[in-house]
């Protein structure tokens, strides 16, 4: 079980019509679906901005995926997961985007090398559209290099 933080004032703004509000758990499992993140016995819980989420997934990957998906909400400020894991795989590192980074200077600082941006890009599609579409607060997923 993973306990990870986010910034509650900003993300995605789902199902809530003020900053003050947090959305409903039927709302966060409709995102989670939205980017086709699957797991077996999906729960979502919200109580204050604290989301509690359990079930089953192929990947740590796809358990991750589904962390930041509801983490990287407005209104919502931590998620405690207790996601079972199929298959093992080396965990990422989570990175929150300060204001002026990029994929290129993210990747440099954690590869040592901007054109590994890519590797960043494809680690949190679906929730990125595109490269340049990343915001201050946004974590993201950095895996290990291969």
Request: proline share 5%; net charge negative; aromatic share 6%.
């Amino acid at each position: 079980m993973g306990v990870f933080d986010f910034i509650k004032s900003v993300g995605e703004k789902i199902g809530i019509t003020s900053e003050d509000e947090t959305p409903a758990a039927e709302d966060l499992k409709a995102e989670v679906a939205k980017h086709g993140l699957e797991a077996e016995n999906l729960e979502i819980e919200v109580e204050g901005d604290t989301v509690k989420v359990a079930g089953a997934t192929e990947s740590s990957s796809l358990r991750e995926k589904i962390v930041l998906a509801l983490g990287n909400t407005l209104g919502i400020s931590k998620v405690e997961e207790n996601i079972e894991v199929k298959t093992e795989e080396p965990e990422a590192t989570f990175y929150t985007v300060q204001k002026g980074d990029t994929l290129w200077a993210i990747s440099s600082e954690h590869y040592g090398n901007g054109a590994k941006y890519e590797g960043i890009f494809e680690a949190n599609k679906p929730m990125l559209t595109h490269p340049d579409k990343i915001y201050p607060g946004q974590v993201l997923r950095i895996p290990p290099l291969d």
